[in-house]
């Protein structure tokens, strides 16, 4: 990927976000929107579950204006964890940070909700405010949408969020999905040298031993790769197997350390160091947060830990 935001609108483009989407504005009665890092506009503008008066906000540029600083702020503190920020006129929104890795790519946006029922003198000052700020709408109109805001509960907001983080660790290992499986016009040595590595990933191997199975140089295929998939052949096999490894740690039958080896790591050290660059976290982290977040949905039946292969196997030319 080129950029954060080729990715991110890739990821937004995705079916996993769309359907996402649906059932979380469908349920909550609040729009979501992933969000690049460099980014100036509304998060919400058109979409079907916008907020009425924030759409009536909006249309001024004076108001449009702070909300956009609100916006700004937002993510600024949103970088490391979920931040939260109020408007003026008292609607709550929340962003929270969508990472390849240890880098962050994005944040996924919502809100636009007031977590107590306003009194009747909170209204009359909403509708007070917004003309003073340029809104020319009557005050019935205004009223009648600032009215129409959802309203949720401080405590029900915070588990709300939760569901939205749970969900950016999935946009997180889909992320680095599409950056390991890119293949846009993939040359097709390339294709030839992934192939060997998603077949041999467990077992111990060198850009020169995969070069010649691929009968180029290894100065070729190095060049070659990083064209082709924007990482070395390093990153690439480095990236393979702790997806490999992602999968096998939602099974708590496995040690780490049996995992480590089953998939391609040699060292203990080496496999921790790597899994928290590219994940952001460390294994066991990672552990268990997923058997938490997942205990319930994810059954272990099925989850059959691969054998070791007897040796490398060939790509044929």
Not at 44 to 70: D, Q, S
Not at 187 to 204: L, S, W
């Amino acid at each position: 990927m080129n950029t954060n935001k080729e990715l991110v609108d890739q990821l937004a483009g995705s079916e996993l976000f769309r359907e996402y989407e649906q059932a979380f504005s469908t349920t909550t009665g609040m729009p979501v929107s992933l969000r690049p890092l460099e980014t100036f506009d509304l998060p919400f503008h058109g979409k079907k579950a916008e907020n009425a008066f924030c759409a009536l906000i909006a249309r001024k540029n004076r108001t449009c204006a702070a909300c956009l600083n609100m916006q700004d702020e937002l993510r600024r503190n949103a970088t490391e964890k979920t931040a939260t920020a109020t408007c003026a006129y008292g609607l709550s929104e929340a962003a929270v940070p969508v990472r390849l890795g240890d880098e962050l790519i994005g944040y996924l946006q919502t809100g636009q909700v007031i977590t107590e029922t306003p009194t009747p003198a909170k209204v009359e000052k909403i509708v007070e405010k917004a003309h003073k700020m340029g809104i020319e709408d009557s005050s019935d109109a205004i009223r009648e949408a600032y009215l129409s805001t959802t309203v949720i509960a401080r405590n029900k907001l915070n588990s709300t969020l939760r569901l939205l983080t749970i969900f950016a660790d999935l946009l997180s290992i889909k992320s680095n999905q599409i950056v390991v499986k890119k293949a846009n016009s993939e040359h097709p040595i390339v294709t030839k040298a992934k192939q060997y590595i998603e077949t041999n990933h467990a077992e111990e191997f060198s850009l020169s031993l995969v070069a010649q199975a691929v009968h180029v140089s290894p100065f070729h295929l190095c060049k070659l790769f990083r064209k082709s998939t924007g990482m070395t052949f390093t990153e690439f096999v480095s990236r393979t197997r702790t997806e490999k490894a992602k999968s096998l740690l939602l099974n708590p039958q496995l040690r780490i350390s049996e995992i480590v080896y089953d998939v391609g790591f040699q060292s203990l050290t080496h496999f921790n160091r790597i899994f928290k660059k590219l994940v952001g976290e460390s294994p066991t982290q990672y552990r268990a947060r997923t058997a938490g977040s997942r205990r319930e949905s994810i059954t272990f039946t099925n989850c059959v830990r691969p054998a070791r292969s007897a040796k490398l196997v060939p790509v044929l030319a």
